[in-house]
């Protein structure tokens, strides 16, 4: 059931419906019932994994509570990583560790049969279970009290807006809500429209049209025309942008609407001024997950240098295996890594170096920086989204050789043009006055003629989209 589709508007408004005359305890039973049809719908059969996770990690979490002894602490919340990672490795990772052994083997010369197992991935496995990883660490390091009540901690892991593809929201934000009574208000009615809104356009208007030119563009075999290249890499930069960053809205306005806040997961990532910034605008839930339960417990930047770009590796290596099991994903968390590393090791000698003083010279050296960081981060999505390294160095080769605009080149640099400059429009207002939020407050003079215009075309995404719903990008991770 996909939120830009007809049955997920009659559904949400089935519970929505039932949710404003429920009281607390009721809403959070119908909304857990809810959660848990919205997942089955996917498969039933994966709901299982759900309750397996839910199961272990709630009573993991009242036997931290109970003892002190380190120990028992640590088997207790190394037996939560076991089990959740070991679901998630034989669901996602099996067959890709299996595969790529099978090639290693033959590489020197031995016969071996791969062993791989024909099951689907379920959807929204890797959200979850770092959500449910999250809760069992914070009991451990006493950041949270446990939950002592199974209804309200398996609503925080089946929570329907944000289940599937995120936010990976932290429980000491989220279960706080869940166990307290929810008074819904007109403004946070009114910012959830607007979010669910705004990010349907992002998936329908956005993302889906540049689905249209990137796949066209990626299936092509062969040499490629370097315009052709560039315009596909720029297109697969706002699709997935469009695409993941719409589900976040979207989720997050179905929250509101519940009386629910969950956190904000892009901010901007396309306007960020060096890859550390970057990192702190996408997918802020995955990297400050990966922040707080991974690279600070490696060690963090506290033993130098070295040590510091061995745990920044480490961790995008490990980011860019959590997106899929592929080793293009593996080579894009390296190449993230390793210029998060250089960044690390250049962003001092560079402040030094140059420095401007006057307006404008720190504005051309900020738009300088952000125009160059959106060109590595979309060197990123080419390893990202291509097939193969020898995709990636088609492209390249293409990009480096051989430009022809020819009449598709320029039809898909019109589309892409068309389609993306609205987004741009909206997205460097809210840059330029540091509010993400500011068209809900600007002046008549600019919220009329940019709200009527940003309306007509929500109204034709409804009318394109929900008819024929495609699936958001990120469902497969």
Known sequence: MLFNSLEFVLFFITVFTAYIFLQHKSQNRMLLLASYFFYGCWDWRFLALIWVSTAIDYFLGLKLGQTENKRS?????????????????????????????????????????????????????????????????????????????LENFALYIAFFPQLVAGPIERASRLLPQISSPRI?????????????????????????????????????????????????????AFQIYGDFSGYSD???????????????????????????????????????????????????????????CVNLMLTMLLGGLWHGAAWTFVLWGAFHGAVLCVYRLIKEPLSYWI????????????????????????????????ESMAQVNSFILGMLTYWDWDWDTVRYLNQFCFYVAPLLLVQLIQYVKKDMNYLYYAPQLVRVPVGAFLTGIVMVSLLVGLPNATAFIYFQF
């Open 355 to 386: 420095n401007p003083k006057s307006t404008f010279g720190i504005t051309l050296w900020t738009w300088i920086r952000v125009i160059f960081m959106f060109h590595l981060v979309c060197f990123g999505w080419l390893i990202f989204r291509a």
């Open 184 to 236: 819904l208000n007109k403004n946070m009615m009114q910012q959830g429209v607007v979010l669910i809104l705004w990010g349907l356009f992002k998936k329908v208007i956005i993302a889906d049209n540049m689905a249209a030119i990137v796949n066209v563009i990626f299936a092509t075999e062969g040499p490629i025309n370097g315009a052709q290249a560039l315009i596909g890499v720029y297109a697969f």
């Open 73 to 149: 602490r640590k088997a207790l919340v190394v037996t939560s990583l076991c089990v959740n990672l070991g679901i998630l490795g034989l669901f996602k990772y099996f067959n890709f560790f299996a595969d790529s052994f099978q090639i290693f083997a033959q590489s020197f010369g031995w016969d071996i049969d791969s062993v791989t197992l024909r099951i689907v991935l379920p959807v929204g496995i890797s959200f979850y279970t770092f959500q449910s990883l999250g809760y069992v660490i914070d009991v451990y390091r006493k950041d949270i009290e446990p939950s002592r009540n």
């Open 250 to 308: 979207i989720a997050r306005g179905l929250a509101k609407m519940l009386g629910i806040n969950i956190m904000r997961n892009f901010n901007l990532p396309y306007f960020a001024k060096n890859v550390q910034d970057f990192w702190g605008r996408w997918h802020i839930s995955l990297s400050t997950w990966l922040r707080d339960y991974l690279y600070i417990p490696l060690g963090g930047n506290r033993n130098g240098n070295f040590k510091t």
